[in-house]
């Protein structure tokens, strides 16, 4: 075939697929759920067999997720299962598998996700690698699952709201990860997770237990603010840089026993409904230790460095 050939049979390709994209994009609104559906199925196809369309058609797929979530259709629940089909085809595409330098042929790499505002119904993305992933003002509906899943570049989810169990245990951020003005009405697991960059949760609320057990915080911990209706628990958790724990309202049990603060702790101004507890904290030494502002009854010992009670008298 000589060079313009492939140069023809390239743009009729490129004319075929655009048209398949057309096709596809208008079943999202047909008015009977299995055409939507099937138009889902199809951009997963385009998707798949052509690395240059996976942002255009990972974009769709976001959009209809963006559009308000109708609840008196006559098919309604139909719609649900719609849904749930295109939060599914997301994350299938966004597990790069367990073969560390063999991605699975269904990952998807690099491509943005967008849910700012949607309304995501038992989300799932376990396991998932996500690129500047934006779920700012989105409400989940039911159980999310981000456990052992990576953010590359900033996780935005401020203002997002959760409505059942929120995990995130065993996650890795890699950039910033904005969950100010967050509200968990659920249980929320952050357990052995590492904050390479900021960690965002100035004015979040925390209607549940929230759990941060053996979770890394390289960068600022930021939780100014914040309130924990249930108990917080930080136990073994590791500060690197600054903790910020102003003015926040610990409801319940506040427990940081054996962290560790290698920088400057601010907790003044927060209220507690029960003691807070940092037996067997540790705290750093170094320049800006003067700025330490721990909760009322708790001192450094300066020959362990462990947090320790002030004796009653």
């Known amino acids: 075939m000589t060079p313009s050939e492939d140069l023809r049979a390239s743009a009729l390709d490129e004319l075929r697929a655009t048209g398949l994209y057309v096709r596809a994009a208008r079943q999202l609104g047909a008015d009977t759920a299995p055409v939507r559906l099937a138009g889902l199925h199809a951009l997963e196809r385009l998707g798949q067999a052509g690395a240059a ?11 209809y997720l963006q559009l308000p979530l109708p609840a008196q259709w006559p098919d309604a629940a139909q719609e649900r299962r719609v849904r749930l089909a295109a939060q599914h085809i997301l994350a ?19 491509v943005v ?6 309304t ?42 959760f409505a059942g169990t929120a995990g995130f245990v065993d996650t890795r951020f890699t950039g910033p990860a904005e969950f100010d003005r967050a509200v968990f009405s659920g249980p929320v697991g952050f357990g052995d997770t590492i904050f390479a960059g900021t960690a965002g949760f100035a004015g979040a609320t925390f209607d549940g237990t929230a759990g941060f057990g053996d979770t890394t915080f390289h960068g600022i911990a930021r939780f100014t603010g914040a309130v924990f209706a249930r108990d917080a628990l930080f136990g073994g958790a590791a500060f ?5 724990f102003a ?15 290698a920088g400057i702790a601010r907790f003044a101004g927060a209220t507690y409904g029960k003691d807070a507890c940092f037996d067997g904290a ?17 001192h450094v010992d300066p020959a362990t460095r462990h947090l320790v009670r002030a004796p009653h008298h």
Do not use: K, M, N, Y
Request: aromatic share 12%; charged share 25%.
């Open 53 to 63: 369309d996976r942002q255009q058609v990972t974009d769709v797929l976001c959009t």
């Open 92 to 110: 299938r595409h966004l597990r790069p598998g367990p073969a560390e330098h063999a991605p699975d042929p269904a990952f998807w790499a690099g």
């Open 113 to 118: 996700v967008d849910l700012t505002g949607a």
């Open 120 to 161: 995501v119904i038992d989300a799932d993305f376990t396991g998932c690698h996500l690129h500047d992933a934006r779920f700012g003002g989105a409400r989940f509906v039911g159980d999310a699952r981000f456990d052992e899943a990576t953010f590359t570049g900033t996780a935005g989810f401020v203002e997002a709201s």
């Open 240 to 244: 690197s840089g600054t903790a910020q």
């Open 247 to 261: 003015d926040v309202r610990f409801g319940v049990d506040a427990w940081f026993t054996e962290a560790t603060f």
């Open 282 to 298: 540790v705290v750093g030494v170094g320049v800006g230790r003067d700025r330490d502002e721990w909760p009322a009854g708790w």
